[in-house]
């Protein structure tokens, strides 16, 4: 699985708008990237995942460059809630078991 | 309803002991995992099952031996247990191997 890199912390105004980078610039062509997130002392939390297509749900945002080489999650309203380690993860989704491969991730802290 | 859930939340033990971590999920996935977090927050896949079977074994010590009776549920022996045993343990779920993973909150390991 190709190895992303992400800033390990971040603040954001509660209300504004959370923009995470994830650069994975040596991902392959069917791996698809993944977000999680851990909130202190709860289990992680799937948040949302793409291939190539910007992707939205009700949690979260997910823009992927054109060469896919590196992504940005975004929070819309960034709420206390939402302070947690934020985890990029690419892997492949099809052909072959693999498992979530966690790097350290960002912590986003978000400001009243 | 508890998706998937982890007994006992918290578990304290001397060195040398064997214990066991039960999980279960109701959410009729047919592959789950067992994760464990260090005291870096390092998150780590140690076992997956997918239809009762190993399907991923990490470098993980004899020690430990997960367990699934049947497809709701894993749970992980642990034999002699040793001080760097010390970590919360999460159990996931999903369906089938690729798709996102569902985590239960945790059990914090504590070897005396």
């Known amino acids: 699985d190709a190895k992303t890199t992400q800033p390990p912390s971040m603040d954001c105004a509660e209300g504004r708008a959370a923009n995470l980078p994830c650069n994975h610039s040596?991902?392959?062509?069917?791996?698809?990237v993944y977000w999680y997130r851990q909130i202190h002392s709860q289990g992680p939390q799937y948040i949302i995942h793409?291939?190539?297509n910007n992707e939205t749900n009700e949690m979260a945002s997910l823009i992927i460059t054109e060469d896919r080489k590196s992504s940005t999650l975004i929070l819309p309203h960034a709420t206390l809630r939402d302070t947690a380690v934020y985890y990029c993860?690419?892997?492949?989704?099809?052909?072959?078991?693999?498992?979530?491969?966690f790097g350290s991730g960002t912590q986003l802290t978000v400001l009243p | 309803d508890t998706a998937v859930s982890q007994t006992p939340k918290y578990l304290v033990t001397q060195m040398g002991n064997d214990k066991s971590i039960k999980c279960e999920q109701n959410?009729?996935?047919?592959?789950m995992y067992w994760y464990k977090q260090d005291s870096k927050k390092f998150l780590k896949i140690m076992f997956s099952?997918?239809?009762?079977?190993?399907?991923i074994n990490e470098t993980v010590p004899n020690r430990f031996s997960p367990k699934s009776p049947d497809k709701a549920h894993l749970n992980l022996h642990i034999n002699s247990l040793e001080l760097g045993d010390s970590a919360v343990y999460f159990c996931?779920?999903?369906?089938?191997?690729?798709?996102?993973?569902?985590f239960g909150p945790g059990t914090r390991l504590t070897v005396l």
């Open positions: 996931a779920s999903s369906q089938q191997q690729y798709n996102e993973q569902f």
């Open positions: 040596t991902i392959s062509g069917n791996e698809y």
């Open positions: 793409g291939l190539k």
């Open positions: 993860i690419v892997r492949v989704k099809y052909g072959s078991a693999r498992q979530l491969t």
């Open positions: 959410l009729g996935h047919d592959t």
């Open positions: 099952y997918n239809n009762k079977e190993l399907i």
